[in-house]
């Protein structure tokens, strides 16, 4: 349809210039001394830049959820929510490639701790930032 079309002639611009600013901070970052630095893309998976982090985290909650959370936060409407999810990976693709899981679909309290205990061992881990990551 024409605007997936627009989407992807969009992302194919804007996908490699946001590479080269990931690319380019995460080497200062690793420069001054950050043995870690978080990268936070809905689509990571989709733009490709899976290949520039050490480890894939996925946050996961139920569709309706993040429908509601989206509307509420931004006053979208829920049509518009579901054609922006619609055009992105699915939670089971995206489950195949992470390589840590962390689920909302219980309370803060419960997604805190496990936000914290990821934060742990991935401290315990790492000892310099992005070392075999192909920048």
Known sequence: DKSGAARERLEQIVWPEIRK???????????????????EAA??????????VQESWVVLAPRKMVVE??????????EAVEAILDAQMS???RLVRADLVI????????????????VDGLLSRVTTCFPDAKL
């Open 69 to 78: 959370r989206v509307v509420e936060r931004d006053g979208r409407s829920e």
């Open 43 to 52: 689509v990571l998976f989709e733009a490709g830049w899976d290949d520039m």
């Open 103 to 118: 689920s909302t679909h219980s309370s803060v309290g419960s997604r805190d701790g496990q936000v914290r205990k990821a």
């Open 21 to 39: 600013m990931v690319r380019e901070d995460t080497e200062s970052l690793a420069e001054q001394g950050h043995r870690v630095c978080v990268l």
């Open 91 to 93: 939670n089971k693709e």
